[in-house]
């Protein structure tokens, strides 16, 4: 737990520089970000939490905001860490913001698609896309010219292609960049 809070440290502190939003007006942002998945329904049956790390691009329109995110989460199994998923959501959200000098709180919806792979020793690996849909809040803060975004996403997987599946997944982003 110690090396992932070192790990989740770094990163902010890499990612924190590379964003560039406009402020309180027109503009096109984009950066890094990196942070926690954790599965919740049935899918935290079979993995347990993982790293997740990001792009995204996001295009201020004062109050409405256009973004777009790519991630990679990587989770291993619960009882056998050698079973290994692996995720890339694709994805575009609305988000409503609040804008302010320094701190703007936003909520976010959107959806898109996930492309995962399930690894399993001794076993063909299983990969397949399905429907991701989000919710979200989060807080765009401006230090001196350099902004800092901080959200947490719920997100839910449809997984209707995975052999055997009788429930979807889900899982919370928590990230920073």
């Given amino acids: 737990m110690k090396k992932t809070c070192v790990l989740l440290v770094g990163l902010f502190l890499l990612a924190a520089p590379t964003a560039s939003h406009a402020l309180l007006g027109v503009g096109l942002g984009t950066g890094i970000d990196g942070g926690l998945a954790m599965p919740s329904g049935s899918l935290a049956d079979s993995v347990k939490s993982g790293m997740q790390f990001g792009v995204y691009g996001q295009l201020n ?38 804008p302010t000098p320094i701190v703007s709180p936003y ?46 996403t719920y997100n839910f997987i449809y997984e209707k292609n995975i052999s055997g599946a009788t429930e979807n997944g889900s899982y919370l982003k928590l990230s920073a960049g």
Avoid: R, W
Wanted: avoid cysteine; charge should be negative.
């Fill in 61 to 98: 329109l004062i109050v409405i905001n256009l973004g777009i995110n790519a991630d990679y989460i990587s989770m291993s199994g619960k009882t056998n860490s050698d079973i290994k998923m692996k995720m890339i959501p694709l994805t575009a959200s609305l988000m409503f913001s609040l």
């Fill in 107 to 152: 909520a976010k919806i959107g959806g898109g698609i996930v492309l995962e792979t399930l690894t399993v020793p001794n076993v063909a690996d299983e990969t397949n896309q399905d429907p991701v849909f989000l919710i979200g809040a989060g807080v765009d803060i401006d230090l001196m010219g350099t902004m800092i975004k901080i959200e947490g």
